[in-house]
């Protein structure tokens, strides 16, 4: 979920996740293979004979027995519990039962360099990391929650559908798979969506989702973001692609990608924001893409950002610039952080625009005296069942809110409320974004929303 730096919002390759399919009894079922920790080893031992018993004239030697390899399993208790487990497609299988000893793989692990590299082995570093076991489980299942729904996304999302179709088909899937349905009271609070699917359109860039009674279809000339979050006890997984079916705009989404895996290289430990633009800006802005017959240069969207994430809330008090500039602000251990690049074919630059769908109780929020009943109400519902998460008016649609528009316009008002509109360039252009989220663990660097798609 985008940054914005005019609002002055401050905001690891998985190894071996793989999906098979097949169909039983005309159900499309996904095998998640965890290969984390898997190597072949070579088990080639003597058979045991006796020496003497073995000996024919005293010449004879004893015979080897070639043995089948083995896959040595160094997690075995993650591999074991998820190798033999399935998916469903659409997925609706929560991960804690693909998962049932509540070990999930790991993101890409990348030690650190230069004068961090003594973390990796620092014995009190590897206390640190040690101590937060709970809290890399919970990023951890968020994260195996993104990758197998996005991939079921992948597959499935094609020209022809509406973009709610899209989004509840996403939305259902994390509920289902975190096992929080967010339809009881503080249900969402405990697990679910991160924040709405955005479905961001083209020269919109971010923040666009749809309200009701949106009848906006995907067609294949679109070039579409899709950008949603998972959270587990509110630590929020935040990751983001963009998909397109015209081989036209290949060209835009790989700037994009390796602009967003620079980013994830150069951030670290002490590393200067400046540091990380700098390197984004520089992979970005070296490519071009030809869409009929004119060539544009890819530029990086300069007033929208990465950002730190903390607990239950995805904008924390940093930002990461896409662009080159003076921002001295230090990464520090144990932070998270939102790596996200966005590339445009037109100014580079965005402004709101459109419907909000988009909206968050602020964690400063101000004690004020609302003297609208309708605001009243609907900050009850909010405060019990989002809390500070983020969440979108299709959200409170589906918890049988009513007419709640005023009193939510009260709240934004009164500053109680953040809203988040749509955040487009200039119309005719061309946006795509990719996003990762990293934890900023005490021995390595996690970059916990890796996948074999991205």
């Not at 919002?9 to 793989?18: A, H, T």
């Not at 009850?380 to 969440?391: A, L, M, Q, S």
């Not at 974004?433 to 970059?447: A, G, M, S, Y």
Request: aromatic content about 6%; some cysteine; hydrophobic content about 30%.
């Amino acid at each position: 979920m985008a940054a914005t730096v005019d609002a002055g919002l401050e905001k690891l390759q998985l190894n071996g996740v793989k999906a098979d399919q097949e169909k039983v009894n005309g159900h499309t079922i996904e095998s998640f293979e965890n290969g984390v920790g898997h190597d072949e080893s070579d088990d080639d031992k003597e058979e045991d004979g006796g020496a003497a018993g073995g000996e024919v004239g005293g010449a004879a030697k004893k015979k080897k027995k070639r043995k089948p390899k083995k896959k040595k399993n160094a997690s075995s208790s993650a591999s074991a519990s998820s190798s033999s487990k399935t998916q469903t497609s659409p997925p609706r299988i929560p991960v804690s039962q693909l998962f049932p000893n509540n070990i999930y793989p790991e993101g890409e692990i990348v030690e650190y360099k230069g004068e961090n590299s003594y973390r990796t082995t620092n014995e009190e570093k590897r206390h640190l990391d040690r101590m937060n076991n709970d809290f890399l489980t919970e990023y951890r299942q968020a994260a195996e929650v993104h990758r197998q729904v996005r991939q079921w996304a992948q597959k499935n999302i094609k020209p022809g559908q509406t973009l709610t179709e899209i989004a509840e088909g996403i939305e259902d899937g994390v509920r289902a798979l975190t096992g929080h349905q967010g339809l009881e009271e503080g249900d969402s609070i405990k697990g679910g969506m991160g924040f709405p699917t955005g479905l961001s359109l083209n020269h919109c860039a971010a923040h666009y989702t749809p309200n009701a009674g949106n009848k906006m279809v995907l067609s294949k000339e679109d070039v579409m973001k899709v950008d949603f979050g998972v959270h587990i006890n509110g630590r929020i997984l935040d990751s983001a692609f963009t998909m397109t079916f015209d081989p036209v705009y290949d060209n835009l989404l790989t700037a994009v990608k390796e602009a967003t895996n620079a980013g994830v290289r150069e951030a670290g430990i002490d590393v200067r924001m400046s540091d990380i633009g700098s390197a984004i800006q520089e992979v970005m802005e070296s490519h071009e893409v030809e869409i009929g017959g004119t060539t544009f240069p890819v530029k990086c969207i300069r007033n929208l950002n990465g950002h730190s994430i903390i607990q239950y809330s995805i904008h924390g008090a940093k930002s990461v610039p896409i662009v080159k500039g003076g921002d001295q602000t230090k990464m520090e251990e144990g932070e998270t952080f939102a790596i996200e690049t966005f590339g445009s074919t037109g100014k580079g630059y965005v402004r709101d625009d459109m419907e909000t769908s988009h909206y968050a109780k602020k964690m400063d929020a101000p004690n004020v005296s609302l003297r609208l009943s309708s605001a009243k109400s609907l900050l009850n519902v909010i405060t019990k069942n989002f809390g500070t998460i983020p969440f979108c008016r299709r959200y409170l649609d589906r918890l049988g809110q009513e007419k709640y528009l005023l009193g939510l316009n009260n709240l934004v008002s009164s500053g109680i409320v953040e809203a988040y509109p749509p955040l487009c360039d200039i119309k005719g252009s061309y946006t795509a974004q990719f996003e990762h989220t990293i934890l900023l663990r005490p021995t390595v660097k996690e970059v916990i929303s890796r996948g074999d798609d991205y």
